[in-house]
């Protein structure tokens, strides 16, 4: 078996991870250990970004990055961590340069500044992005060619955390799966940052990577730290539905209403966000929570398109139009079928962030020494609604802090060096399962039957009798989880990965589905159809933390 | 292949067949095999593979992680003889498709070869 040993271990590697890598290098961490699942900057949700960073630049109009933080605050719908949502707006305009000087390639002006876009719930133009739809990739690839040349750092893909070690109350390593060899790993480490990413992919409809499905979450609660804000999934409200489209993330439709406006109709041709509240007369300006309540809404009426959606139509911009914001895009629909300019296509909600996470403070640090958490895993700065264009800068500010802390933490510390019965159970466990187990069901059929859960049930409109339901199904297959069936074999046994994923998922979706049954009010991207107003008096956050017995508890507090 | 029975075509739902390389260090003796599934218009073959570990074959391996965005670029296979990406080949429903690990590459198990680069291997 391999037993590793570093200053600051790394878990997830997107934009968060890598960030915190390079904080952590910067910071003096002679030894940082960064890995992932997947493979190294290629998976998680940064790669995946299709356009909006958001930054007080002040290139488009004179901006502050408090007039962005008032902005984050309203979206947040008055439940944002302030201090977090403060460093967050505060530091993304340094980041976002720095990006800049590392040649990410910003789009500009022709005048040479850097161009930003208005998103709805920013006061003016502060989004920048990187053309066409390729904001992700860019930042993925500037800071995998950053990592890459610090010696400090060093990747390894294909490996998975599945238990973190506890000693004395403090975070002092992992045991993990090195998925290519089906073997386990041991890794001493000063301090541990999580930088997992969501758990959109727990719900059917997602826009996530395959490797979100919510196990940093698991893994921090398991180590007694708290979540936060667990019932605040982001639905993203129009994510593609139908035609069929192959080779674009689902939530590409964003950036063609950033630049070009776009209408929404119901499944009759009628316009309805006016019916609830909005107003798009000056431009596409309705907030995430509110759309995807409207479109959920006028399909459970009956009014939605023939699967199950609303049309989102460009016919009445000009093709010259279309080509100039979209260029090599237009083609790529082309091929998919799509002609904006002559046909509207089906757009639905589509779970696509977490707001909630990991609690932690502002050098993102948990209740448990030597563990910190970052980006979308980190809980708390975005409340009850994020703000488009919120998501990369929270990614590069919240890894900068978290690698700079962690790095501070393991400057203190001694490698530490448990006796081996602490990592038994979980090393076993992997043996195990690699000499396979039958069973009745496969790990990956009960995670597809918990997405229908979720979607139904915990979705964007909820209700107690779902929520019990959803909660009784997602006990069900906790209790099932021994009798799970895993194929024997070692070396890249995917089956193997599943049934650790489902494992952690079914405690990620636990934890929002007890949250959003004790929230008895609708705020933000929570949507109680029993309690279809918002209560002052649940204007305070929930922490999930997890007892003794492995039960879940929560606490409501300002 | 199947042109000369459109009517069973239209009383049955049309099916994909896929015929996989299965094979691993653990159990070395590559081999094909077939796996059929309802075709959906518009379906990838990563859909297909998806489907199939998850109803049929959990320890039917492939690598993917961003599932449709076609930006991990981890998905990448030889489809009929031809390298291409699971994620943005669709499946077809005339013709069994063969589908081959990634040429010149150490094979892991199935269709994942060793593509990580060196410096991001544990050994």
Same mark, same amino acid.
């Given at each position: 078996m391999t037993d590793l040993a570093t200053d600051v271990l790394i878990v997830g590697a997107g934009g968060s991870g890598m960030y915190a890598a390079i904080a952590a290098a910067r910071a003096g961490a002679e030894r940082v250990l960064l890995a992932d699942k997947s493979l190294v900057g290629r998976g998680g949700a940064t790669i995946m970004a299709q356009m909006t960073v958001a930054a007080a630049l002040g290139e488009e109009c004179p901006d502050d990055w408090l007039a962005h933080l008032e902005d984050t605050l309203a979206a947040g719908r008055g439940l944002c961590?302030?201090?977090?949502?403060?460093?967050?707006?505060?530091?993304?305009?340094?980041?976002?340069?720095?990006?800049?000087?590392?040649?990410?390639g910003w789009a500009r002006r022709a005048d040479g500044r850097i161009a930003q876009v208005a998103a709805p719930g920013h006061s003016r133009p502060r989004c920048c992005y990187v053309d066409f739809l390729n904001t992700g990739p860019a930042v993925a690839a500037t800071l995998r060619r950053q990592i890459g040349h610090i010696g400090a750092i060093r990747r390894v893909s294909n490996l998975a955390v599945t238990d973190l070690i506890v000693q004395g109350g403090e975070a002092v390593g992992v045991v993990a799966l090195d998925i290519a060899a089906g073997e386990p790993v041991t890794i001493f480490a000063k301090a541990i940052v999580i930088a997992t990413g969501g758990l959109?992919?727990?719900?059917?409809?997602?826009?996530?990577?395959?490797?979100m499905g919510g196990d940093g979450y698991a893994l921090a609660l398991a180590a007694g730290a708290a979540l936060v804000d667990m019932e605040f999934v982001q639905f993203f409200p129009i994510g593609h539905l139908?035609?069929?489209?192959?080779?674009?993330?689902?939530?590409?439709?964003?950036?063609?209403?950033?630049?070009?406006?776009? +209408?929404?109709?119901?499944?009759?041709?009628?316009?309805?966000l006016a019916d609830y509240g909005s107003d798009e007369s000056t431009g596409y300006t309705t907030p995430r929570d509110v759309a995807t309540y409207a479109i959920q809404k006028e399909v459970a009426a009956g009014r939605g398109s023939p699967h199950g959606g609303v049309y989102l139509s460009f016919t009445h911009v000009p093709r010259h139009a279309l080509e100039a914001a979209f260029g090599p895009v237009i083609e790529r629909l082309a091929k998919n079928g799509i002609d904006l300019g002559t046909a509207a296509v089906e757009v639905a909600p589509i779970a696509h962030y977490h707001m909630g996470g990991i609690a932690v403070d502002t050098h993102m640090a948990t209740s448990v020494p030597g563990l910190f958490a970052a980006g979308e895993a980190a809980g708390g700065a975005n409340g009850a609604n994020r703000?488009?264009?919120?998501?990369?800068?929270?990614?590069?500010?919240?890894?900068?802090?978290?690698?700079?802390?962690?790095?501070?933490?393991?400057?203190?510390?001694?490698?530490?060096?448990?006796?081996?019965?602490?990592?038994?159970?979980?090393?076993?466990?992997?043996?195990?399962?690699?000499?396979?187990?039958?069973?009745?069901?496969?790990?990956?059929?009960?995670?597809d039957r918990l997405r229908e859960v979720m979607?139904?049930?915990?979705?964007?409109?909820?209700?107690?009798?779902?929520?019990?339901?959803?909660?009784?199904?997602?006990?069900?297959? +906790?209790?099932?989880?021994?009798?799970?069936?895993?194929?024997?074999?070692?070396?890249?046994?995917?089956?193997?990965?599943?049934?650790?994923e489902l494992r952690g998922s079914i405690v990620a979706a636990a934890t929002v589905a007890h949250a959003a049954t004790a929230r008895r009010e609708s705020r933000g991207s929570h949507q109680r159809e029993d309690f279809p107003n918002t209560d002052s008096d649940w204007a305070r956050s929930q922490r999930v933390s997890m007892t003794a017995d492995g039960a879940l508890a929560l606490e409501a507090r300002p | 292949m199947t042109k000369h029975a459109p009517s069973k075509q239209i009383a049955s739902k049309p099916i994909a067949r896929l015929c996989v390389y299965r094979g691993s260090?653990?159990?070395?003796?590559?081999?094909?095999?077939?796996?059929?599934?309802?075709?959906e218009p518009g379906a990838t073959v990563l859909d297909a593979l998806i489907r199939i570990r998850a109803q049929q074959d959990p320890?039917?391996?492939?690598?993917?992680?961003?599932?449709?965005?076609?930006?991990?670029?981890?998905?990448?296979?030889?489809?009929?003889?031809?390298?291409?990406?699971?994620c943005t080949t669709r499946l077809r429903s005339d013709a069994p498709m063969t589908l081959d690990p990634l040429p010149g590459k150490t094979v892991l198990r199935d269709l994942v070869t060793e593509t990580r680069p060196p410096r991001e291997r544990l050994k």
């Open positions: 961590d302030e201090d977090l949502a403060a460093l967050l707006c505060r530091d993304a305009p340094a980041r976002i340069r720095e990006m800049e000087e590392w040649r990410v959109s992919r727990i719900y059917r409809r997602n826009s996530a990577s395959a490797n139908a035609p069929r489209l192959v080779g674009m993330d689902p939530i590409m439709w964003d950036p063609f209403r950033y630049k070009l406006g776009g +209408r929404l109709f119901d499944g009759a041709g009628r316009e309805f703000l488009s264009g919120n998501a990369i800068p929270e990614a590069l500010v919240f890894g900068e802090q978290a690698g700079r802390a962690a790095a501070r933490h393991a400057a203190r510390r001694l490698t530490p060096d448990w006796p081996g019965r602490m990592a038994a159970v979980a090393v076993e466990q992997i043996h195990s399962l690699a000499a396979g187990r039958h069973g009745d069901v496969a790990a990956g059929e009960l995670l979607w139904r049930d915990v979705g964007p409109l909820r209700t107690a009798d779902g929520l019990a339901r959803a909660i009784a199904m997602i006990e069900e297959m +906790r209790d099932a989880l021994p009798q799970v069936a895993v194929p024997a074999g070692r070396q890249f046994n995917s089956g193997l990965a599943d049934w650790f | 260090a653990d159990a070395p003796s590559p081999r094909y095999q077939e796996f059929a599934l309802p075709f320890s039917l391996a492939i690598r993917y992680s961003c599932i449709n965005a076609n930006v991990c670029k981890e998905c990448l296979i030889a489809i009929d003889g031809v390298v291409g990406y699971a």
